[in-house]
């Protein structure tokens, strides 16, 4: 499920328009760790891009607090 507490954070930086970099800072985590995130979240969504899994996020209005 996409609400899990890992991946839900960085699917809100996402919607947020973040880079990988920046979604690593405001979480407090590794870049690597975000990037692995991100990977699983295309993944679970069907998405071909951060673009689409946001678009996705949003159309299934997943809550996007990007921080903790």
Same mark, same amino acid.
């Given at each position: 499920?996409?609400?899990? !507490?890992?991946?839900? =954070?960085?699917l809100?930086c996402?919607? #947020?328009?973040? /880079?990988n970099?920046?979604a #690593?800072?405001? !979480?407090g985590i590794s870049?690597?760790t ?7 979240? !295309?993944?679970?969504?069907g998405?071909? /891009?951060r673009t689409?899994? #946001? ?7 997943? =809550? /996007?607090? =990007?921080?903790h």
């Open positions: 499920m996409i609400g899990e !507490l890992a991946t839900a =954070p960085v809100g996402l919607v #947020a328009g973040m /880079s970099k920046q #690593a800072r405001a !979480l870049v690597r975000v990037t692995v995130h991100v990977s699983n979240l !295309l993944r679970k969504t998405s071909a /891009s689409e899994a #946001a678009l996705w996020a949003v159309r299934h209005r997943v =809550p /996007s607090r =990007p921080f």
